[in-house]
């Protein structure tokens, strides 16, 4: 998994029928690079977090297909 | 998912049967790699998109199997 | 997808009995990376195609699995 | 796989339910990429370990659908 | 699929009990980076091989689920 940092948020009113309701975050991993995932934890700004990629992330949509390929599925303890 | 650029078009006469119909879009990622994206939504050039990647965008098409391994899933509201 | 440009074909004698017969093309993508795809399209060097890749690209043979991760899906048109 | 050095640990209170209870190490690859990888073997910070990635990690946990996707497979013998 | 050449052998004692028993070779690829790869074809060092990665990589291990990601399908011949 990625640990990264979350930077911002993204709104997208025009898209695919699939993609899920919810927070698209925008997050700087460990490294620079700066990527979108699905954030089902209800994390904030400023906060560190773990990033599952590609279809192991898809896979935590259990009811429909969904085409998010980023998911984070924990928030790092600050003294971890 | 990657947030990028749309910088262009391309179009392939000679290709798999496979290949879905439908816009091929030049992507210009965050950090400025470029490839290439197949586009359900009738983004133009200019527009700041989301993109998904791998098996979680073939997945997107349901009646065939289907070559995409980059999708755009939505269109990144400007105010966003 | 990545584009690319077809720079030399290789041949492998000694491989594992699922690799399918058939072209196996040196490709170097925008960015300046190398890397070797199946070409189910008989193109040529210095051809400027488009390679899907990972579980999509091995998806492409229906027959038996195939251990091929870069495929050539489409030649991309001159003017394009 | 990645060869990677174990550099830390990392703890995660706030996650989804279905991220398996274990360790996760903070894994610093050849090259100096850091990332996060779960460890079913008990290793030790310093310990040099195999990591396998994507789906083949999240593969491994066959009771429940994990969302890890990248995994220790293995300690590297010191005189390997 | 990854040209790379083959730059070493691992061993791993501890390891989980669904890796497969075989070599692990340390493969450098085109541009540099270094990692491990299953050998089914008996390699040697030296040698100059393609690769493939990911869950087409494990789909190769018919009999069991396996962990390997990155797998040399062949070795390329020298006047190729």
Redesign the interface.
Known sequence: ???GRITG????????E??PGGA?L?VEA??G?????FD??GCDIGETV?V?????????F?KN???????I?????E??
Request: negative net charge.
């Open positions: 998994m990625i640990r948020r993204v709104w997208s009113s025009k898209h695919i699939t993609l698209l925008e460990d490294g690079a700066t990527f979108i995932a089902p934890l773990l599952t990629q590609g279809s192991v992330a898809a896979a935590y259990t297909k969904s085409p998010i390929d980023a998911l599925i924990g928030s790092i303890d003294d971890g």
